[in-house]
């Protein structure tokens, strides 16, 4: 059975750093691109960054040149630096495949940037 757990969000000020972590267990990890989403409220879940097996990442521009999605094969984990927060980036971050399963999706985790 597929579990995706993410860990390391907070509450955190503008301009200030989270990294995320999503850990994964089932055969899914190695074969598949991952992404990184997020829901704000009253908002739809879009995806904000994508890494393939091969590495090959992907961003959404509102995230560009401040977000840093990376995997780790041998730990069947997804990583996402966030950086330059703003109070926008505030939501809920989820990891899935790409495109999303719905049975993959977890608890996510909530960040908040606030002053």
């Known amino acids: 059975q597929v579990q995706l757990v993410e860990s390391g969000g907070g509450l955190v000020q503008p301009g200030g750093s989270l990294r995320l972590s999503c850990a994964a267990s089932?055969?899914?990890?190695?074969?598949?691109?991952m992404g990184w989403y997020r829901q704000a409220p009253g908002k739809q879940r879009e995806l904000v960054a994508s890494?393939?097996?091969?590495?090959?990442?992907n961003y959404a521009d509102s995230v560009k040149g401040r977000f840093t999605i990376s995997r780790d094969n041998a730990k069947n984990t997804v990583y996402l630096q966030m950086n330059s927060l703003k109070p926008e980036d505030t939501a809920v971050y989820y990891c899935?495949?790409?495109?999303?399963?719905?049975?993959?999706w977890g608890q996510g985790t909530q960040v908040t940037v606030s002053s």
């Open positions: 899935n495949v790409v495109p999303p399963r719905y049975a993959y």
């Open positions: 089932g055969s899914i990890f190695s074969i598949n691109t």
């Open positions: 890494i393939t097996s091969g590495g090959r990442t």
